[in-house]
């Protein structure tokens, strides 16, 4: 999946992990492949390609404009300057060992040729994969960038133009139509936006450069098996630098398990089929475990000296007792159902908004597991049905910290005794979990929201 709203989440959440590997559209064009004609006769058990030359494949995968030539940011062994290089000089003969796998998926020997045939490594890949962007965004930011009035225009727009088409999808599937639009116009600005690189090429160089070559050898070998298919052309199969296509962006993988059919042309097609596209995504919100009739979340408001402890995804209580701890909707809603079980997010502290997130905000994870991507797709969904923004006021004036300052409060957590883990600058689960717990006992709302007012305090000023 990842077009825009996942490039972004990747800044915001720099910790939150690779999202569905992921997050970026490297824009630029290259060359796809050229068709091959022609009898191959070459066993099924023999490598069909014939390794070039290590100089030409240097050549044309080393030069100073496609790639830094530096080490990159992780200290990934795999990612050191040398290792990139030896990897690119080796790429025919990777390609051409992934032979085997691919005839075991049902790829011909002749459609093996086809595609990979013109293959190279696309190195500026490697600095886009390894980039360590200094400076998060907040989550307001985050928020004002995906959720503006020319997507919502456009996007109400998208659901008139094709209303009888989300019916169908909603009667099948069960999954609330907002939801799909919104993941559409936040991943690809309803398929403008979903990036120009060719998805076998970058798949192809994943596969056998870097850090991460399991998990996009699969990646490979699926988008293989989609061409062979006959669902997408190598012209449609243009994506991010990760591999993420399509209107609502799904990864090879992904579309293999998700990808419908849904008007009957043969075909699966998440590009530019509309019906296809809505009733996949609906798919897949439905096997992620979609409710049918139950919205995302609530914006709420939160009580003056609540414990923020229970500001924890682990921790889900019922309607009825978040409302028992003090919890109320805002604008002065009352709850529809007050057996549902939710757990509060607090994304900017005691001093911004608080939400009650139900399983559907699960599900909208799993299609990114950031907290801020879902809460912006399940708000955008909101405005998208006609809701208002929210109530709440985000804390505009806090600033957020670098990367280094992150590197220092995760340094002065630990000499304090409250944070065991690696010091590297990510703010993950333990990170905030520490966090929360120095502010309980300094006597600051617990709310695991670092604010350089918090960094402060631990500098001890």
Known sequence: MRGTGAILAAVLMAGAGEAQAQSASGRGPLSWFEDITGAISQPASTPPRQAAPPQRRMAQAGSAKDWSGEDGASGHPLMTAAAIQQAAANFDNCIAGMWPEAARRGVSEASFRRFTADLSPDLRIMDLMDAQPEFTKAVWDYLDILVTDARLARGREVLA????TFAAVEQAYGVDRYIIAAIWGIESNYGTQGGDRSVLNSTATLACIGRR?????DEFLAALEILHRGDLTPQQLRGSW?????ATQFMPSAFKRFAVDFDGDGKRNTVDDIPDIIASTAAKFRKDGWQAGQTWGYEVEVPRGFNYLYADRTKTYTIAQWEHFGIRRAGGKSFPRKTDKAFLLAPAGADGPG??????FRAIMRYNPSEAYALAIGHFADRLRGGAPFFGQWPRQERVLSRDERFELQQ???QRGFYRGEADGTLGSETRKA?????AAAGLPADGFASSGVLDRLRGR
């Open 435 to 439: 966090l929360r717990n120095f502010q």
């Open 355 to 360: 939400f009650l997130m139900l399983g559907n």
């Open 412 to 414: 002065l957590l630990a």
């Open 242 to 246: 990760a591999g993420a296509f399509g």
């Open 213 to 217: 070559q399991g998990y996009f050898k």
């Open 161 to 164: 133009k094709n209303a009888a």
